[in-house]
């Protein structure tokens, strides 16, 4: 092997590292961004397991589902979300539903019945369409309520 070849094994050999090297990096990313995404607040209140929903849910003093004044609560408890957390409530093919948008980048915001079954997710995502089971949300959902608006002011990290 002459000098040439041993610095093309060397240059390949290299070149073989960094690929390695970023794979894993973007692996952790990716795993540190869907561990991220599963722990949003919203996620830890409406998808824990709970009993079948009854027939009528209770609602609250306020008049919302218990389990909006749940979240209600444990956001108002989390750090401050950029942009600022906002429950909003609409009528959607009939029925009260409640829109839960995510905390960040390229994560679902999901509508939620009111008893906290999640329908869809019109919004988020890596195309920002959302998941397409509710690709009509926005141009059918009528009576837009906010139910909770972040007060707070974000400092950032």
Known sequence: MDLRDASQFSAALVMRAVA????????????????????TVADQVVDSPAPPPPLSTPASDSGNPAWIDSLIARLQRAPVQNPPGTIMRYMYKGEPVYSVPSPCCDQFGYVYSASQVRICAPSGGITGRGDGRCPDFYSTATDPTVIWRETREWRGR
């Open 20 to 39: 390695v090297l970023i794979g894993g990096l973007v692996w952790s990313a990716c795993a540190a961004c869907v561990s991220a995404q599963q722990d």
